[in-house]
């Protein structure tokens, strides 16, 4: 039982290199969120997504982009890193609204020199 | 707007002592409240949640209470174990409409034995 997958779990970037984060769910949930965690600030959310072909931004959109083209897959994409961008990607998921159980994947290291 | 704040940590306990983190948040309406736990090298999982004011959530021994009168969700365990070592997270869910949840800054437990 996979759950929610993340790739990859490391990953070094010079500053403007472009890269994507995968995260895949097996649950069938509707919901799926990315997060941002940095010491001393708790986890952030960047972008969501309510369903299939949907988006939304968070608190921390800037520099950062997504697509939800499959229902299982949540794509986060950085176009051009900037160093202020290293930090710990979650992903997550949930059946429905954000009252509910959230599922997170076990994360990504983001290190961009 | 909405916020929590967790107690900084680190904590560290010996076996069988009794756990108290202070978690106390600021909201408009009626936010539901969480504690998700972080083991080392996982994702975020959900330990217990409250949905309403005097609800107490429960689970794996560990307790809290949602109290308006003080605005704090405090989580406490009579007996810690060394497998309890982990960051605690409190959490609240956005009243805005935006699927998003507000965590605090985590506070890392470690019990010896």
């Known amino acids: 039982n996979a759950g929610v997958t993340q790739t990859p779990k490391f990953r070094v970037l010079k500053t403007g290199q472009s890269m994507t984060l995968l995260c895949a769910q097996d649950?069938?949930?509707?919901?799926m969120y990315w997060y941002r965690q940095d010491p001393g600030m708790g986890l952030r959310l960047i972008h969501y997504s309510v369903g299939e072909g949907t988006t939304a931004k968070g608190e921390v959109p800037d520099g950062y982009n997504v697509s939800r083209l499959k229902k299982q897959n949540f794509l986060l994409g950085l176009e051009s890193a900037a160093p202020s961008q290293t930090s710990v990607y979650f992903c997550?998921?949930?059946?429905?609204?954000?009252?509910?159980?959230?599922?997170f994947g076990s994360g990504t290291q983001l290190s961009v020199l | 707007g909405d916020s929590v704040t967790q107690m900084e940590g680190p904590v560290t306990l010996s076996e069988e002592a009794f756990l108290t983190i202070n978690c106390t948040y600021t909201?408009?309406?009626?936010?539901?409240l969480f504690w998700y736990v972080q083991y080392p090298g996982e994702g975020l999982q959900l330990l217990l949640k409250?949905?309403?004011?005097?609800d107490k959530g429960s689970n794996k021994g560990f307790e809290a209470t949602y109290r308006k009168e003080t605005t704090s969700f405090h989580l406490e365990k009579g007996s810690v174990q060394v497998s309890d070592s982990a960051v605690y997270f409190c959490a609240l869910s956005d009243q805005t409409g935006a699927n998003n949840l507000f965590f605090g800054t985590g506070t890392r437990l470690t019990v010896i034995p």
């Open positions: 909201a408009t309406g009626y936010p539901s």
């Open positions: 649950m069938n949930h509707e919901y």
């Open positions: 997550a998921s949930s059946y429905a609204h954000i009252g509910e159980k959230l599922f």
């Open positions: 409250a949905t309403k004011a005097d």
